[in-house]
Every structure is written in C-alpha cells, then in structure tokens.
C-alpha cells in the first residue's frame, strides 16, 4: 500500500472526467471545481479586505457563543447551496429521463440522492436549528455565554469536520450510493466496496458526536444558567423548545453514533454485525439508525415551532395564547418522538399487533401538535399585526405544515403504509414537514434575530420575494409527488419508462428552479441589506417591539451580554420593564464580568477530525494515527492552560453601557405600523403590555 493508502490519481474528479469523458462526469468534475473556486474565492476575499487577523481572533477562535451561532447559520447556508444544486440536478434529469437514460449516469444520481438527503438532516438542518439556538437561548434566560463554552465550540468545529469530509468527496473519490439512511447489506463492504459509505460514516459521526455535545450543552445551560426569578414557566417558549431538543439531542444521537461504529467494524473488521447469514441481523442497523431517526424528526421541528411561538406574538402585538398548553405539548411531542420509530418500517416484517401499537402511537402526536396550531392562530386573533417577513413565512408553515400533517396521519396507518411505502407520496411527505416546518422556521428565525446580531434589518422587499419563491417553489415541486406516490411511482427513480408521468415530473423541475431561486433571492436580501445598512440600521436595539430579555441590550450585544444580570419577575419580562418605564435605567452598580478567553483548541480538533476522517477513508493510516493522536494531544494540552478566561473591568463595563443607553434616551420612539419602515430606530414605543 502507497503513502496515500488507496488514493490514486485516477480518484480525483478532474482526472476521472479526463479518462472517461460524458455529460455526467463533467458535471462532477464542474461541482469539484466549484468547491475549490469557492474555497480559493474565499480566501482570496479576506486577504483583499485584510481580514485574517480580525477572522481568527474574533472568529475562528472564539468562545462567544453568539459568534459560535452565526458560524453554525453560515455553514447551513452554504451546505444547502449545495443541496439545492443538487435537487435541481435530479429534478432536471428526472424530467429528462422519461422514455430515456437522462444526463446522468445510475451511479452519479444515487450519490445525489444520498449527499443532497445527508447534507439537509445532518449539515443544513442541524446546523441551522443549534446555530438559532446558541444566539438565542443564553439572551433569553439572561445568561453571559452556555454553561460550557469550550464545548460548545469543539461542537462547532467537529460539525464543520464532518461538512469537509463530505466537500471532500466532490473532490476525491465518490460518495455513498445507499442513500441517508445507508441501509445494510448495501452499505457493507461486499455490495459497496468503495470509499463513499466510509466518507457517510465518518462525516456523519462528526456531526453525531457534536450534535451530542450540544445537547449536554444546551440542557445544563437552561437548567443552570437562568437569570434571577426566570423560573421554568417564565421562560420564552423558544427556551422550552430548545430544552426539549437538548434533551432529544443527547438520548436520540446515541444509537445513531453506535449504528455508525458498528457499519465501521462491519467495514474494516467483518464483524458481521448485520450479516444475517453471518449470525448478524440487518434489523439492528434498521432500529438503531430510526431510534435516532424518529426523534430527529422532533430535533429539527421543535426549534422551529419555537420560533414560531415568538414570531407569532412579536408580530401580533400579544402575549403568546395558552402558553401552558403549548409547553405541555412540546414536552408531550418529545416524550412521544420515542415511541414511534418503527413506523419507519412497517414493511419489514412486524406483526399486526406490533404495528398497530406504533401507528396508534404514531397518530397520538397529531394530538399536541393540534394544540399548538390552534393556539398560534388564537395569538394573532385581534392582534396587532406586522406583516412582516417573518410572519409571512410564519403564516405559509400554519396552512402547509397542517398538510403534512395529515398525510402523516395517513402514513401512520400500516395498511396504508403498505400501499405507498417507499413511494414518492412518502417523499412529499417529509419534504411537506421539514421545509415549512423546519426551513422557513429558521428563516423567519433569522429574519428576527439578525437585526440583533448585526444592528440593522433585513430588506422587507427582497424578503417578501424569497418568501413568494419558497412557497411556489414548495408547492410545485412537491405536491404533484403526492399524486405520482398514489398512482405507483416510486422514489429514487433515475429514469421513468411511463410518459404519464412527464407533466408532474415538468411541474416538480420548475418547482425545484423555485426554490433555488428562493435561496439565491434569500442571499440578495443579505447583499441589498448590508449595502443599505445605515438606512436599515435600528441602534436602539428593539425594532419589533420585543417581548423577550435579548431586545433589551444593545445590537449587536456586548461579548457579556448584559452589563447587570437581569432580575425577571414575569413571563414577558422585557415588555413588563417597558410599560413600568424602566427599559432604559442604568443599574446602580457595576461588577467586573469574567469571560473565557478564545483559543484555537477546537479549531485544531475540528480540523484534525476530518483529517482523521479522511485517513480511514482512504486508508491512509499514518494520517489516521497522527490526526487522531492530534486531537487527544490538543485536549491533553488545553487541561494544562491555567489563564483561561479574562476578566472585563466594572468601569469598562459601565463605559459601554452608559454610552448605549445616552444613545438609545435621544432616539425617538418608533410606532408598531412604523416598525417595517425607515423611521424604525429600534427603540420601540413603550406602553402597556398586551
């Protein structure tokens, strides 16, 4: 074996393009090239505006968890680039294959399937949602930072591990051809002897692993960090959905971690784990990956219900209807994500009774999830409404998402499930929960909070037409799936012998340019936005009348967050401060604040991990050892560091925080119709709450 394990020449896309020349290689070879353009583009754009310093220093390093949860959103946005590519792709080629092979070869379209599925669960979604939740969750309870803030960072950098490994597969090698899931025997050894299912497991191990941590992270932050008098039952819904997903995070993330390590062996040691001939059982894969499966499901909606809770009272003017009621269901949602797994595959060979039991099971958190529909309408009942951005996407998810709702009901029935199992009408399903369920949740999240991060709003014209591009591209691409699903086609189709099927197959493609055109619309919003910052800029910190601790500091927030640790003595507290006139008031003292100083440690595991990733990929095992060693020496090492945090002076911290409130005093009040307007100064008019 070479110095390079298994890596040959012939293994990188341009030169596999070169010796084998066809339409379906070049579009390989294109997205190889464009992953090194944008990586090169990249760096050349920093070293043009003499960035690096400021990048490493107040990025790359940092332990802020605020600065950790814009890193989270960045990568998201640039992993679902790419997977909207790639539907794009498949669409194209589907409507293209009808009565005919299409562009792509058999083999490039399953890798399609399996990276664009793999990057939307566990290098979009995820990230996405923990990125929401690392912003948002300490601002709300009145926290400084998370509980754990050295983790929370290697939580970052081993996500971004695993994001390399699976750009890297563009460039070297080929990715998995057994889907998201990656299903045993296909994915053992004998049927894929390849490196594509070892770039899945280890990039999808990275991502577990991190995943894990941040659910550790996020529990012991909301049970410990609380501010004075914020109980459980006065916190933000957004804090009880985050709780409850740290909770999934840290008992789902587990079997998927195990299921992964056991593939490996099966892989690289014939343990024969799921060899039934062998005494294993492919079963095993099955429960253990939708152990993590089903709950994942929850893991990605949850976030994004609570940020529906807060867009739908932020912008209607009210305190949230049957708060009570929409925790209970939250925690009832959790509690039931764990019972219903094997709906995933009621085909594969269960009793009646067993199947029965789960798809009653499964029906049950149609229940909950009712419970919080009706209370997000009755929120907007009489409100003061602001049509935002926000509330626009707010409001498509309410009609869609009950939708896939319904078909899920139908789904959890097993004889049903039989009929359709494995057909496109199962496609549109789980695309109708997580694209106007989780997606446009974390959109409407941004469009929120980014006013908070980076001190001016978002463009509301370009955001009304991201907004109308999602929801007809949803609508396009999926709902004609429902119809293709009940007439028998099945999914993963790379070529169709019946013409019938070409008017929906034209309908879903257009939906697809749609929807990539809602991301590209999405980014010009940044663009336009950042350009017009100063016209967009709300200095007072509050454009949306806010209801919740974080409106109350400054935007962006300083490192520490609040000058004083606030004191909470009700559900809305910062509406409560607002109407008693007390918004702006300078506390009578100031205490030095500690903070963690950044380091480079979880960068450097981050980086090693995918190092490591990529030797036991390729079967470079010096590499492998090495990186692996690294990671270990950079934990041992960091346990030596005495000084690792600093410490702010009190009068600096008075200096910052007198010097913001002077300059939100002289701001003039802005009106709620005024709030999507340039008089917006971000210093809402203060009232009674509502």
């Known amino acids: 074996m070479s110095l390079l394990g298994i890596l040959g020449w012939s293994d990188i896309i341009f030169v596999k393009a070169w010796q084998n020349p066809s339409i379906s290689e070049a579009i390989a070879a294109g997205a190889g090239g464009a992953a090194v353009l944008g990586a090169l583009g990249a760096a050349v754009l920093v070293t043009w505006l003499g960035a690096w310093r400021t990048l490493w220093t107040g990025w790359l390093t940092s332990l802020d968890h605020k600065k950790i949860g814009i890193m989270y959103i960045v990568l998201a946005l640039v992993m679902i680039a790419r997977a909207l590519i790639e539907a794009v792709l498949m669409r194209v080629q589907q409507a293209a294959a009808v009565g005919d092979p299409g562009f792509l070869s058999a083999d490039h379209y399953n890798q399609l399937f399996t990276t664009h599925g793999t990057i939307m669960i566990f290098f979009m979604a995820m990230p996405f949602l923990t990125g929401v939740i690392n912003y948002v969750m300490p601002l709300q309870i009145g926290s400084r930072d998370m509980s754990f803030p050295m983790m929370n960072a290697v939580s970052l950098w081993l996500t971004v591990g695993g994001a390399i490994l699976m750009m890297a597969s563009l460039i070297f090698g080929s990715f998995s051809t057994g889907g998201w899931s990656a299903y045993p025997p296909y994915t053992g050894a004998s049927f894929s002897p390849g490196v594509g299912v070892d770039y899945w497991i280890w990039a999808v191990t990275l991502a577990s692993v991190g995943s894990t941590l941040t659910g550790i992270n996020i529990a012991v932050t909301i049970y410990k960090r609380r501010a004075p008098g914020m109980t459980l039952f006065h916190m933000p819904l957004f804090c009880w959905t985050a709780l409850a997903v740290s909770i999934l995070m840290i008992f789902a993330m587990s079997p998927l971690t195990v299921a992964t390590a056991m593939l490996a062996l099966d892989r690289y040691a014939e343990f024969k784990f799921f060899t039934n001939g062998d005494g294993g059982n492919m079963m095993i894969y099955a429960n253990l990956f939708w152990l993590f499966g089903h709950p994942e ?316 990733g990529f030797g036991l990929t390729w079967h470079i095992w010096w590499l492998a050892l090495l990186a692996f060693i690294g990671i270990w020496g950079a934990v041992i090492l960091r346990s030596f560091q005495r000084e690792t945090s600093r410490v702010i002076p009190a009068a600096e911290v008075a200096r910052q925080h007198e010097a913001w409130l002077e300059m939100v005093r002289g701001l003039p009040q802005t009106p709620r119709r005024a709030g999507l307007t340039p008089a917006n100064s971000g210093r809402a008019e203060q009232g009674e709450p509502a």
């Open 297 to 612: 499901v929850y893991i990605l909606i949850l976030p994004a219900f609570g940020v529906y809770s807060e867009v739908f009272t932020t912008f209607s003017g009210k305190t949230l209807y049957g708060y009570r009621s929409l925790v209970l269901a939250t925690m009832c949602i959790a509690v039931l994500s764990f019972t219903v797994w094997l709906h995933h595959f009621f085909t594969m060979g269960q009793s009646a009774e067993i199947n029965a039991a789960f798809g009653i099971a499964t029906m049950l958190i149609g229940i909950p999830t009712g419970v919080k529909v009706y209370d997000w309408l009755l929120t907007m009942v009489r409100g003061r409404i602001v049509a935002s951005t926000a509330l626009i996407f707010s409001s498509v998810f309410l009609v869609t998402f009950v939708v896939g709702g319904v078909t899920g009901i139908i789904l959890a029935n097993p004889d049903v499930d039989y009929q359709v199992h494995n057909s496109l009408f199962l496609v549109a399903h789980f695309h109708n929960m997580l694209i106007p369920g989780l997606l446009f949740g974390m959109i409407a999240a941004v469009q929120v909070w980014f006013p908070k991060a980076f001190g001016f709003r978002l463009d509301e014209r370009w955001g009304r037409i991201s907004a109308l591009l999602w929801t007809a591209g949803f609508y396009l691409a999926f709902m004609p799936l429902y119809a293709m699903g009940l007439g028998g086609a099945m999914r993963r189709m790379r070529s169709w012998a019946d013409p019938d099927w070409w008017p929906w197959l034209l309908a879903a493609e257009i939906g697809a340019f749609l929807l990539l055109g809602g991301l590209a619309t999405l980014l010009m919003q940044f663009w336009v936005s950042v350009r017009n910052r100063r016209a967009l800029a709300v200095p007072g910190g509050d454009p949306w009348d806010g209801r919740t601790l974080e409106w109350g500091t400054s935007s962006p927030p300083p490192e520490y967050n609040f000058a004083v640790v606030p004191q909470v003595d009700s559900r809305d507290a910062f509406t409560a401060v607002k109407a008693a006139g007390r918004a702006y008031s300078a506390p009578e003292t100031y205490e030095d604040i500690e903070m963690p100083k950044a380091t480079m440690v979880p960068l450097a595991i981050g980086l090693l991990a995918a190092a490591c």
